[in-house]
């Protein structure tokens, strides 16, 4: 079974620092493309980053780049977020989910349950 | 960056209705359109991949049609479980855009 499972949310001070972690299972991690996508309370789905299966292609939204930095561990079957300098705006449940190519487009098809990230002072 | 617009923003039905929703995109993204299904406090559940294709394990009253900017999601009729919201995203290039959700209540 297809398994994501965020962690390392929490709250945080403006301009802080915060690092999400995703645990995966149930599939050959180091195959896939994952990405990080964003929702705020009561708002809609915002996609952060993106991070290839070999690490070759990384992209950000706008919104964070320069700021988050992503990365993964393919031999622990683990993505990470660095969140720095984080911002009230930032505030949102954090989804990583896995990106499915095929030629008939890239899905996300399997999702984490989401990790809460909370900046405030 | 593309940009997604689904309407209606919100709309009420009943059970047993058919539920139209519409996503259009800012440009030509052939057939790379995805719909997802959020219920309250849930992940996004994905439903329709490349337009018109049903995920596996996804009940046959949800189909999608369309191509190029203008694309669809049709629930046939409405069943209690299907009240959430919907969200459209275009995979034809990146940033991964999403629409702003369509909230589907009871009536």
């Known amino acids: 079974e297809v398994q994501l499972v965020e962690s390392g949310g929490g709250l945080v001070k403006p301009g802080g620092s915060l690092r999400l972690s995703c645990a995966a299972s149930?599939?050959?991690?180091?195959?896939?493309?994952i990405n990080w996508v964003r929702q705020a309370p009561g708002e809609g789905l915002e996609w952060v980053s993106s991070i290839s299966s070999s690490t070759n292609y990384i992209y950000y939204a706008d919104s964070v780049r320069g700021r988050f930095t992503i990365s993964r561990d393919n031999a622990q079957n683990s993505l990470f977020l660095q969140m720095d300098s984080l911002r009230a705006e930032d505030t949102a449940v954090y989804y990583c989910?896995?990106?499915?190519?095929?030629?008939?487009?890239?899905?996300?098809?399997?999702w984490g349950q989401g990790t809460l990230v909370t900046v405030s002072s | 960056d593309i940009q997604m617009t689904q309407s209606p923003s919100s709309l009420s039905a009943s059970v047993g209705d058919r539920v139209t929703i519409t996503c259009r995109a800012s440009?030509?993204?052939?057939?790379?359109l995805n719909w997802y299904q959020q219920r309250p406090g849930k992940a996004p559940k994905l439903l329709i991949y490349?337009?018109?294709s049903l995920e596996s394990g996804v009940p046959s009253g949800f189909s999608g049609s369309g191509s190029g900017t203008d694309f669809t999601l049709t629930i046939s009729s409405l069943q209690p479980e299907d009240f959430a919201i919907y969200f459209c995203?275009?995979?034809?290039?990146?940033?991964?855009?999403f629409g702003q959700g369509t909230k589907v209540e009871i009536k």
């Open positions: 490349a337009a018109s």
């Open positions: 995203q275009q995979t034809y290039n990146t940033p991964r855009t």
């Open positions: 440009q030509n993204i052939r057939n790379y």
């Open positions: 149930g599939f050959t991690f180091g195959a896939f493309t």
């Open positions: 989910a896995r990106e499915r190519y095929s030629k008939e487009g890239h899905p996300f098809d399997y």
